[in-house]
């Protein structure tokens, strides 16, 4: 997804009022709403995937999968976001009839052209001073690659995986994932 325009002043209660049911979604940034365009159909089989591949693994368990409809809040301090992760893991949900999620363990940002330093930059510095994160991934869409950013203790890890045959340990949700399972039907065929 990629930033289209920028829009004035909100607060956080009329930016979560106005995305209930707007046709177009928007991330929030300490009152400043943008915009999001669409991606490609390579993003959207990447995302589509990810939701499919999670929802069979965690059906009946006690973390559960949510699109890329789920708003993730963060905040540290006074510093307020709200950001549409292509596909989050969320073991402590909130309210179903609430507009957001605060506690995820596991996030997925797939990467386009237009969002990768946005993704790589301040959305994952953003999300990993979410207490409840275990896992940050970034998966690439030109090229079968993902790097994983996962908590050690007070500080965080890198890993990447770009082999069609490597699995993806998810200890922190009890599942695994091929990396070649992420990237079906994309046309792409690993390094």
Known sequence: MSIAQRHAYLTPEDFLRGEDGAEQKHEYLNGVVYAMAGGTNRHARIGTNLAISFGTRLRGKRCEPFNSDALIRVQQGSD?????????????????????????????????????RLDRGEKREAYLTIPSLRVLALVETDTMAVTLWRRAGESWTQEYAAAPEQVLAFPEIECELPLAEIYEGTGLTGS
Do not use: G, M
């Not at 709200?82 to 969320?90: A, H, K, T």
């Not at 179903?96 to 052209?113: C, G, I, N, T, W």
């Open 80 to 116: 307020l976001r709200f950001y549409y992760p292509d596909l989050s893991v969320i073991c402590e949900p909130n309210s179903p009839d609430a507009h957001f999620q605060d506690k995820p363990v596991v996030l997925f940002e797939v990467l386009s052209e237009s969002t990768a």
